[in-house]
């Protein structure tokens, strides 16, 4: 049974860093593309960032060049290194296979960014 738990979460202040992680049981983690997103309240969810399985990575505008989206396929681990934080990173950040699959999400981590 595939499923992926979230960690990593915590409230930080402007400018500084958190890295999240995911973990995935199960044998499929290395055949498919990975991604990272998060839905803040009384928003919609939103794709971060995506890994496709040959290496190419792609970010939302709002994050690129302070996200790092990365995995380590024999740990069957996936990360999102995020750095100069800013307070509209504040949601919950979720992890996925990249197109997502609805029966693959998890509770998610919350990322709070304030003064």
């Known amino acids: 049974q595939v499923q992926l738990v979230e960690s990593g979460g915590g409230s930080v202040q402007p400018g500084g860093s958190l890295r999240l992680s995911c973990a995935v049981s199960?044998?499929?983690?290395?055949?498919?593309?990975v991604g990272w997103y998060r839905q803040a309240p009384g928003k919609q969810r939103e794709l971060v960032a995506t890994?496709?399985?040959?290496?190419?990575?792609n970010y939302t505008d709002s994050v690129k060049g302070r996200f790092t989206i990365s995995r380590d396929n024999a740990k069957k681990t996936m990360y999102l290194q995020m750095n100069s934080l800013k307070p509209e990173d504040t949601s919950v950040y979720f992890c996925?296979?990249?197109?997502?699959?609805?029966?693959?999400w998890g509770q998610g981590t919350q990322v709070t960014v304030s003064s």
């Open positions: 996925n296979f990249y197109p997502p699959s609805n029966r693959y």
């Open positions: 199960g044998s499929i983690f290395s055949i498919y593309g």
């Open positions: 890994l496709a399985r040959g290496g190419t990575t």
